[in-house]
């Protein structure tokens, strides 16, 4: 079965430089969700789509943007990088915004992003 | 708002030894409660999930029981293995007026099994 693939895995990146990152949700998936794992830490929401409108934010820094295409691939964009945003950035995508919260959320292998 | 509250880690057990890692929740209306299991440098997979009170998620051996009362989902098998050693994410997707929210996520339990 298709699952949720994203690129690049693994990016090595500057201070300051710009970053990003592409989604491509499981096929008829219409939500697209974005995390950031530090390391030993959690997954921290960072923003989420439903059909190509953003439907919830969270912890996203302003320097970070993101959108959602015609196809429901999303990409993540990140600009000025600091030391600090080293990390693991996950997508996930679900069926439906409005599946009444039971459905489960499906994840990427995740893109490793190092900032030197 | 919603949160997650589960055991810290590590946790520490040998092979066939029984396992539970506690987690409760906060959470407005009635959420869906998941574990996720990481394995090392992997991303996360969805290891069970219960949608209603008194639902039994169960896979590979575990189980979690949806706890209203408690506001608990609890993680247990009751004979782990080598391969089990992961860090252990439980989770919730609340409803809102509009759909449903993402996931909230607890701190995650590392999980290491000793032969």
């Known amino acids: 079965a298709a699952g949720v693939i994203q690129s690049p895995r693994h990016l090595i990146k500057e201070k300051r430089e710009t970053a990003t990152l592409k989604c491509y949700p499981i096929?008829?998936?219409?939500?697209v969700y974005w995390y950031q794992q530090g390391p030993g830490q959690d997954p921290q929401f960072l923003i989420s789509?439903?059909?190509?409108?953003?439907?919830d934010k969270g912890s996203i820094p302003d320097r970070f943007s993101a959108q959602q295409f015609s196809d429901y691939h999303s990409e993540l964009n990140m600009s000025s990088l600091e030391l600090g945003d080293s990390a693991l950035y996950f997508c996930?995508?679900?069926?439906?915004?409005?599946?009444?919260?039971?459905?489960?959320?499906?994840f990427g292998e995740g893109s490793r992003l190092t900032v030197l | 708002g919603n949160s997650v509250t589960q055991m810290e880690g590590p946790v520490t057990l040998s092979e066939e030894a029984f396992l539970t890692i506690n987690c409760t929740y906060t959470?407005?209306?009635?959420?869906?409660l998941f574990w996720y299991v990481q394995y090392p440098g992997e991303g996360l997979q969805l290891l069970l999930k219960?949608?209603?009170?008194?639902d039994k998620g169960s896979n590979k051996g575990f189980e979690a029981t949806y706890r209203k009362e408690t506001t608990s989902f609890h993680l247990e098998k009751g004979s782990v293995q080598v391969s089990d050693s992961a860090v252990y994410f439980c989770?919730?997707?609340?409803?809102?007026?509009?759909?449903?929210?993402?996931?909230?996520f607890g701190k995650g339990t590392h999980l290491i099994i000793q032969p």
């Open positions: 096929p008829r998936h219409d939500t």
């Open positions: 996930a995508s679900s069926l439906g915004l409005r599946d009444q919260g039971i459905g489960e959320l499906f």
């Open positions: 989770a919730l997707r609340a409803q809102t007026r509009g759909g449903a929210d993402g996931l909230t």
């Open positions: 959470a407005t209306g009635y959420p869906s």
């Open positions: 219960a949608t209603k009170a008194d």
């Open positions: 789509f439903y059909e190509k409108m953003q439907s």
